[in-house]
């Protein structure tokens, strides 16, 4: 059964920054395509960026590109994601996920934005 269990979210100003952790086990991590996605208050889940199972591509959301870097280490079985510049509207939790679509999710870590 495969497990996800996020890390590394905490309080922040705006222009700060954050790394994001997402420890995976039960599953075939370096095979699997993984992603990250995060549901502000009141919002649906937005996905902010996937990774293939090699690390060679990779995706971002128009909304965090250039501020966010997803990256992963295979052989500890986990998953990155880098924030910076954040702003007040990147307040959420955020959750790692396995796969392109669908797929488990870990329990998420928060992540709140402000002065």
């Known amino acids: 059964e495969a497990q996800l269990v996020e890390s590394g979210g905490g309080l922040v100003q705006p222009g700060g920054s954050l790394r994001l952790s997402c420890a995976a086990s039960?599953?075939?991590?370096?095979?699997?395509?993984m992603r990250w996605v995060r549901q502000a208050p009141g919002e649906g889940l937005e996905s902010v960026s996937s990774i293939d199972s090699g690390g060679g591509r990779t995706h971002y959301a128009d909304s965090v590109k250039g501020r966010f870097t997803i990256s992963r280490d295979n052989a500890k079985s986990t998953l990155y994601l880098q924030l910076n510049s954040l702003k007040t509207e990147d307040t959420a939790m955020y959750y790692c996920?396995?796969?392109?679509?669908?797929?488990?999710r870990g329990q998420g870590t928060q992540v709140t934005v402000s002065s």
């Open positions: 039960g599953f075939a991590f370096s095979n699997s395509a």
């Open positions: 996920a396995k796969g392109w679509l669908g797929g488990p």
